[in-house]
């Protein structure tokens, strides 16, 4: 079984500050993970991957996540929000498995960004 | 521009009445999803499919029903069946295997009259 947690329903930042967006995950596998944006009333976008090849995963718009397999987090950060970045967030395990991704999706983080 | 389209944007439900959404993808993938979304929820998956002409249930298939007939579409039936309708309903597509992403339309958001 799988699951993955975001510990915060909603984030606020100042413009210009760091974002932190947690997420931890439990799988009985090596699992796939993934970071999605949600702006209002539209379709996910996907920001980043990590599939094993680095813990280290760079994504767009300037996003990072860290892979950490000791504190089953893959958190999501960004240096510097911007007023774009305002939307909702979510963190998102994939199975081990060579069929059709299904996903399981955590309940999303909303991002907020102040002036 | 290859993506997912669903139509239609906002669709709206009589009592006792089935509604068909939309969603036609030219990505070529073999994989498509339905999900629903309600507020404060994350996506809950409604079916699946992996080819033409063979769809399997997901979490939370009652009231639903589904049809792949051709690579690039997979509609979807809500129902008299189901009781509680309202919700954002989102479309995804994939290539198979286990490290790929899914790809969303913009969503069709479902309301009862």
């Known amino acids: 079984a799988q699951s993955v947690t975001q510990l915060d329903s909603h984030v606020s930042v100042s413009e210009g500050t760091p974002v932190l967006l947690r997420c931890n995950y439990s799988?009985?596998?090596?699992?796939?993970l993934f970071w999605y944006v949600q702006h209002p009333n539209k379709g996910l976008q996907l920001l980043l991957k990590y599939t094993s090849a680095a813990t280290l995963v760079k994504g767009i718009n300037g996003f990072e996540a860290e892979f950490k397999k000791s504190e089953t987090s893959f958190h999501l950060t960004k240096p510097s929000a911007h007023m774009s970045d305002a939307a909702e967030y979510f963190c998102?395990?994939?199975?081990?498995?060579?069929?059709?991704?299904?996903?399981?999706f955590g309940t999303g983080t909303r991002l907020q960004v102040t002036l | 521009d290859g993506g997912i389209t669903q139509s239609p944007k906002y669709l709206f439900r009589k009592e006792g009445q089935n509604v068909t959404l939309s969603c036609e993808q030219n990505?070529?993938?073999?994989?498509m999803y339905w999900y629903r979304q309600d507020p404060g929820q994350g996506l809950r998956l409604i079916y699946y499919?992996?080819?033409?002409?063979?769809?399997q249930k997901g979490d939370i298939a009652e009231g639903y029903s589904v049809s792949r007939e051709k690579k690039e579409s997979f509609p979807l039936t809500v129902t008299s069946a189901q009781k509680n309708p309202t919700a954002f309903y989102l479309c995804?597509?994939?290539?198979?295997?286990?490290?790929?992403?899914?790809?969303f339309g913009d969503g069709t958001r479902l309301s009862i009259l």
């Open positions: 995804a597509s994939s290539i198979m295997g286990k490290d790929q992403p899914q790809h």
């Open positions: 990505l070529n993938h073999d994989a």
């Open positions: 998102v395990v994939s199975p081990f498995t060579g069929t059709a991704s299904k996903l399981t």
């Open positions: 799988s009985s596998y090596s699992p796939s």
């Open positions: 499919s992996q080819i033409v002409n063979d769809f």
